[in-house]
């Protein structure tokens, strides 16, 4: 593991059961059921959940972003993230794309706080390398 200075949070969750199962977090503010991508299933599955962690960490890395370049984020800015489960000669991958609307921001300002962004989450970093990312400002 990496060395740090400081861990600042901790998330802990309990899932039995895998993709057709349940997972709840020790703290109980987090309690789903899970079921397989395409089944009739009524919970949600581990793509969702990860489009939704993901997204949800860039757009407060894309505030941070703002700060620093002293720029105001629209109210109305928002992230539609498509995380796909893939199967290709029997082995299982992810890709992703981010879809990033900062509705009445210049282009190029928007770029600069989607990049910036790409760079400092958590969730772009530990997927950097590993898998297909495409982030589209829209």
């Known amino acids: 593991m990496t060395?740090?200075?400081?861990?600042?949070?901790t998330g802990r969750t309990h899932t039995t059961g895998g993709r057709d199962g349940a997972s709840r977090s020790s703290d109980g503010r987090l309690d789903v059921k899970l079921s397989s991508p395409g089944t009739s299933g009524d919970g949600t599955n581990p793509e969702q959940l990860f489009a939704a962690g993901w997204s949800a960490c860039f757009e407060g890395a894309i505030g941070l972003a703002a700060r620093k370049m002293k720029v105001s984020?629209?109210?109305?800015a928002a992230i539609d993230a498509e995380v796909d489960l893939c199967l290709v000669d029997g082995a299982y991958f992810l890709?992703?794309?981010l879809n990033v609307s900062l509705?009445?921001?210049e282009?190029?300002?928007?770029q600069a706080l989607v990049d910036a962004a790409h760079q400092t989450c958590p969730y772009s970093k530990?997927?950097?390398g590993?898998?297909?990312v495409v982030i589209n400002v829209v």
């Open 73 to 76: 984020v629209p109210a109305d």
């Open 95 to 97: 890709q992703a794309r």
């Open 126 to 128: 530990a997927t950097r």
């Open 103 to 105: 509705p009445g921001l």
């Open 3 to 9: 060395q740090t200075d400081k861990v600042l949070y």
């Open 107 to 110: 282009r190029d300002v928007a």
């Open 130 to 132: 590993n898998i297909d």
